[in-house]
């Protein structure tokens, strides 16, 4: 099977399991971005502030982009479908912290 797979390829099956599946995926990959950062700012190098999120965001695209690929390269239209809501959720929390960062916590920019 083909592993790159174009959005307008797939089936309402797919784009249904997509779309059931985001509230689920957008807080584990939450959780994960939080874990992740949390992590960093515990490390012997203690990033803090918009650089720990941004490490945690990092790892957390890394980790979400192989999660997605293995699912795309599967033939089930549903493991498609987690595999896109994966990658949104990821979208979601990224556009979210960013905004909370800069707008609520006051993150600035050095």
Known sequence: MQLTV???D???RTWSTATW???FTTQL???GLIAISWLFGKAPAA????ASFLAGAATTFLLCLVATVLLFSSSSSRARGIGISILGSFAIVLIGGIVYGFWIIQWQAT
């Open 6 to 8: 174009r959005l307008s």
């Open 10 to 12: 797939l089936d309402s």
């Open 21 to 23: 599946a985001s509230p």
């Open 29 to 31: 990959v939450l959780a």
């Open 47 to 50: 990033l803090h502030g918009f």
